[in-house]
């Protein structure tokens, strides 16, 4: 499904006017300086851009990337509402806070600005998340969207408030969320979910991996394995590595099969008595490989795969091996990430261009398009357009609506070449 050329036309160009003002607020006014953070959290009100920023009545579904993914224009909030964003616009993870904000008033001023957005500063304490929060109350805000961090969102559960939230991280498992309070956010194990559901679909069905050390690689690891599952497969063998450490001869030796199959021989010369010729082999029932690395380790760990015969095999990797720019060394790697980053000419790829100009963004461009993403989602949510089971398109992925208020991600799977991306799903 398609849209009218003049029509993606008209959306392109006025995403374009969106961000051009959007730049002008977001630097005369909508940050606050951490040297000049007040003694009580502020909310900062933001002004209506009417004459500057329009909808076209006929945008409606919009092409939005070589992958065949659909962008449409978010539902508009109602004149009267008001809607609190909370984010630690000052201390440590201020940069982050402002490309998430910058996200979110894209897609308010895109809708129209309609409503009212108070932005409200949660700084780095519980005190202050406490503050602002009882602040955003007290100015009779009609939904809360925030925090960023993940313990900040379980603080906020166990307040439970009185409207509705869309809490923009996950608490940890045992956490039991409130009435009315949804979870969303980037998490790594909806790339993992995505990468085994990619492979599942070209019968790829068991996968060796090597994921870090802690928490975050077990929930990677977890996620893959439980997916593959539902396609028949899992993961055969599984070993952790050490970020920052070259060396991982051992576990990739060990977790291929390698050094199992030197084992046996080994065996059967000492039972014989005398050496014979042989070559080491990895074990003969892998699809491919996953790796969840970062792009610097991912070059250092490739060629020590190889030496361990991985060879022919699919390899798979996190989008943290993406930094938008494609890597020679890196080339047949594959992996899944958000359309507002794989996105080669469609929408998002020009709105990617266009809101690099912001700093936050440029530097963390993921955290815009959750920010993107959680407007349309706290909209739908507010006008009753989004339920249970439902799918909505956006930067982020085609989010899902699944039990307990969770919200997850569907993402676009990719291959990495030396001069760009090649989408998987061409080589079926």
Same mark, same amino acid.
């Given at each position: 499904?398609?849209?009218?050329?003049?029509?993606?036309?008209?959306?392109?160009?006025?995403?374009?006017?969106?961000?051009?003002?959007?730049?002008?607020?977001?630097?005369?006014?909508?940050?606050?300086?951490?040297?000049?953070?007040?003694?009580?959290?502020?909310?900062?009100?933001?002004?209506?851009?009417?004459?500057?920023v329009g909808t076209?009545?006929?945008?409606?579904?919009?092409?939005?990337?070589?992958?065949?993914?659909?962008?449409?224009?978010?539902?508009?909030?109602?004149?009267?509402?008001?809607?609190?964003?909370?984010?630690?616009?000052?201390?440590?993870?201020?940069?982050?806070?402002? %490309?998430?904000?910058? @996200?979110?008033?894209?897609?308010?001023?895109?809708?129209?600005?309609?409503?009212?957005?108070?932005?409200? +500063?949660?700084?780095?304490?519980?005190?202050?998340?406490?503050?602002?929060?009882?602040?955003?109350?007290?100015?009779?805000?009609?939904?809360?969207?925030?925090?960023?961090?993940? #313990?900040?969102?379980?603080?906020?559960?166990?307040?439970?408030?009185?409207?509705?939230?869309?809490?923009?991280?996950?608490?940890?498992?045992?956490?039991?969320?409130?009435?009315?309070?949804?979870q969303f956010g980037?998490?790594?194990? +909806?790339?993992?979910?995505?990468?085994?559901?990619?492979?599942?679909?070209? &019968?790829?069905?068991?996968?060796? %991996?090597?994921?870090?050390?802690?928490?975050?690689?077990?929930?990677?690891?977890?996620?893959? +394995? *439980? &997916?593959?599952?539902?396609?028949?497969?899992?993961?055969?063998?599984?070993?952790?590595?050490?970020?920052?450490?070259?060396?991982?001869? *051992?576990?990739?030796?060990?977790?291929?099969?390698?050094?199992?199959?030197?084992?046996?021989?080994?065996?059967?010369?000492?039972?014989?008595?005398?050496?014979? #010729?042989? *070559?080491?082999?990895?074990?003969?029932?892998?699809?491919?490989?996953?790796?969840?690395? &970062?792009?610097?380790?991912?070059?250092?760990?490739?060629?020590?795969?190889?030496?361990?015969?991985?060879?022919?095999?699919?390899?798979?990797?996190?989008?943290?091996?993406?930094?938008?720019?494609?890597?020679?060394?890196?080339?047949?790697?594959?992996?899944?990430?958000?359309?507002?980053?794989?996105?080669?000419? @469609?929408?998002?790829?020009?709105?990617?261009?266009? %809101?690099?100009?912001?700093?936050?963004?440029?530097?963390?461009?993921?955290?815009?398009?959750?920010?993107a993403d959680a407007?349309?989602? %706290?909209?739908?949510?507010?006008?009753?357009?989004?339920?249970?089971?439902?799918?909505?398109?956006?930067?982020?992925?085609?989010? #899902?609506?699944?039990?307990?208020?969770?919200?997850?991600?569907?993402? *676009?799977?990719? #291959?990495?070449?030396?001069?760009?991306?090649?989408?998987?799903?061409?080589?079926?």
């Open positions: 499904m398609s849209a009218r050329p003049s029509s993606a036309k008209t959306v392109r160009s006025t995403r374009r006017m969106t961000l051009a003002f959007l730049l002008v607020v977001s630097l005369f006014g909508c940050a606050s300086s951490p040297q000049s953070r007040p003694a009580n959290p502020q909310s900062q009100v933001l002004p209506s851009p009417a004459t500057a076209s009545p006929d945008a409606g579904v919009v092409a939005q990337s070589d992958q065949s993914e659909f962008w449409t224009p978010p539902p508009a909030m109602t004149r009267g509402s008001r809607i609190a964003l909370l984010l630690p616009m000052t201390g440590p993870y201020a940069t982050t806070a402002e %490309a998430a904000r910058d @996200g979110f008033l894209a897609e308010y001023f895109n809708a129209g600005a309609q409503g009212e957005v108070r932005v409200y +500063d949660v700084g780095d304490s519980p005190e202050w998340l406490l503050r602002a929060y009882q602040q955003a109350l007290n100015d009779g805000v009609d939904m809360i969207v925030g925090p960023l961090k993940k #313990e900040s969102v379980a603080q906020l559960a166990a307040m439970a408030p009185p409207v509705p939230v869309l809490g923009l991280n996950y608490m940890d498992a045992g956490y039991q969320a409130p009435f009315n309070f949804y980037l998490a790594p194990e +909806d790339e993992a979910r995505a990468v085994a559901d990619d492979a599942g679909s070209k &019968r790829l069905l068991n996968a060796v %991996a090597l994921v870090p050390e802690g928490d975050w690689g077990t929930r990677v690891l977890g996620a893959l +394995d *439980e &997916r593959l599952r539902q396609w028949g497969g899992r993961v055969i063998s599984s070993g952790r590595y050490r970020q920052g450490v070259s060396d991982q001869k *051992e576990v990739i030796s060990s977790i291929m099969g390698v050094s199992a199959s030197q084992e046996r021989h080994n065996a059967l010369t000492r039972a014989l008595g005398e050496r014979t #010729e042989f *070559e080491a082999g990895r074990r003969g029932d892998i699809d491919f490989i996953f790796i969840a690395t &970062r792009a610097q380790d991912a070059r250092v760990l490739l060629p020590q795969f190889r030496f361990y015969r991985s060879s022919g095999l699919p390899q798979y990797a996190t989008s943290m091996i993406y930094n938008g720019r494609p890597d020679a060394e890196l080339a047949s790697l594959r992996f899944c990430d958000m359309p507002f980053t794989v996105d080669s000419s @469609g929408v998002w790829a020009d709105e990617r261009s266009q %809101a690099s100009r912001l700093p936050a963004v440029a530097a963390y461009p993921r955290l815009y398009a959750l920010g407007y349309r989602v %706290a909209t739908a949510l507010h006008s009753g357009r989004f339920r249970s089971g439902e799918l909505l398109p956006g930067a982020s992925g085609w989010m #899902e609506w699944t039990a307990r208020g969770t919200l997850t991600r569907r993402l *676009e799977c990719v #291959e990495m070449r030396a001069d760009g991306l090649v989408p998987t799903t061409a080589q079926r």
